[in-house]
């Protein structure tokens, strides 16, 4: 049974830096291509970056370019998303998500496996 937990969440300035971290259980990393999506209170749940299984191609939503990086070692079963200049619009739960195949992709229902959530609060 695959599971994903995320961690690394918490109450921030503007400014500061997150490092949110995804440990995948049941299966090895190396079988999934892998996302961060994020959900603002009163909004939709947003696309926010995703690497391929094996080439380590990335892809980001423009208002994190350049801020955020997702990043994976298949050795320990984990994937992360290091995010720098943190925003108040940054402040969302942010989820892991993992997809049998070797592209990444960006729309969540492409995902198979999601983790439950972590909370990020960015302060002004």
């Known amino acids: 049974q695959v599971q994903l937990v995320e961690s690394g969440g918490g109450s921030v300035q503007a400014g500061d830096s997150l490092r949110l971290s995804c440990a995948l259980s049941?299966?090895?990393?190396?079988?999934?291509?892998g996302g961060w999506f994020r959900q603002a209170p009163g909004k939709e749940r947003e696309f926010v970056a995703a690497?391929?299984?094996?080439?380590?191609?990335?892809y980001y939503v423009n208002s994190v370019k350049g801020r955020f990086t997702i990043s994976r070692d298949n050795a320990k079963n984990t994937m992360y998303l290091q995010m720098n200049s943190l925003k108040p619009e940054d402040t969302a739960v942010y989820y892991c998500?993992?997809?049998?195949?070797?592209?990444?992709?960006?729309?969540?229902?492409?995902?198979?496996?999601w983790g439950q959530g972590t909370q990020v609060t960015v302060s002004s």
């Open positions: 998500a993992v997809r049998n195949g070797a592209n990444l992709r960006l729309t969540a229902s492409e995902y198979d496996y």
């Open positions: 690497i391929s299984r094996s080439d380590f191609r990335t």
């Open positions: 049941g299966r090895s990393f190396s079988w999934f291509a």
